[in-house]
């Protein structure tokens, strides 16, 4: 499907959302906009992010998501970002060098993911696919990685504002659940990012890895 196509689907799931307000189209993109009038909309700049992660991941090896992918040797993984969302995550994996593939299920991320994505001129476009449609795993994916949008946030580490808009227009995963079931029946490492003193999203955790505000649970096949 062609970058038009996908979004024209975008656009009517958005509208049988009753969300089609939430976005505005400028000629660089979607923007998000803040429920409070007095704040700035969400831009999403894929330039910008990737830098700001190439720059504090000189040490990056001590990162709990890049312990929790296993990696041995020099060669780094293939990974599926079951939640691409605003494109942290699938940015700081394609710093550490991954090979990525994303999905996008919310129309609201998936139309901000589709133009910049599009309009992003580096190299490391070669090494990420977008699915914003059809939602498979490709064969050669090894892990498997899956952050759910949560209520729980620490009083004490509030996120910022652009997560905490994004969270207030675009909801919880009501089927997180059943999305990491799908994830676990692969027969492959899986990788579910919770708060850190959260409860497990499935039993039988092989392991995890902690960081200060996140704890990423590591499901061995």
């Known amino acids: 499907m062609s970058v038009d196509s996908i979004e024209q689907a975008l656009l009517g799931r958005l509208q049988s959302m009753g969300l089609q307000d939430v976005l505005r189209q400028t000629p660089d993109g979607w923007q998000l906009i803040s429920p409070d009038e007095g704040e700035r909309p969400v831009v ?8 700001q992660w190439k720059r504090t991941l000189t040490s990056f090896r001590d990162q709990p998501l890049y312990r929790a992918l296993g990696v041995k040797g020099t060669e780094l993984p293939f990974v599926l970002d079951a939640t691409c ?40 476009k070669e ?3 977008l ?30 504002k652009e997560m905490r808009i994004f969270r207030e227009v675009v909801g919880q ?3 997180a659940v059943e999305v990491a079931e799908r994830l676990r029946a692969q027969k492959k490492r899986l990788i579910i990012k ?11 955790v092989s392991f995890a890895q902690e960081g200060k ?3 990423f649970d590591v499901y061995l096949p």
Not at 131 to 158: C, R, W
Not at 194 to 204: D, F, Q, V
């Open 131 to 160: 699915d914003l449609a059809d939602f498979s795993i490709p064969s050669d994916v090894q892990i498997l990685y899956f952050d759910p949008m949560y209520s729980e946030v620490s009083k004490k580490a509030l996120p910022r």
């Open 213 to 215: 505000a996140v704890r």
């Open 194 to 204: 919770r708060p850190p003193k959260s409860s497990e999203l499935l039993p039988g």
């Open 127 to 129: 090494r990420w696919s």
């Open 85 to 124: 969302g605003l494109a942290g995550d699938s940015l700081q994996l394609l710093a550490y060098g991954c090979r990525v593939h994303s999905w996008e299920r919310h129309p609201v991320p998936a139309l901000m993911l589709l133009r910049a994505h599009s309009a992003w001129q580096h190299a490391v």
């Open 44 to 51: 999403l700049d894929l330039e910008k992010e990737f830098l």
């Open 173 to 175: 995963d009501t089927d």
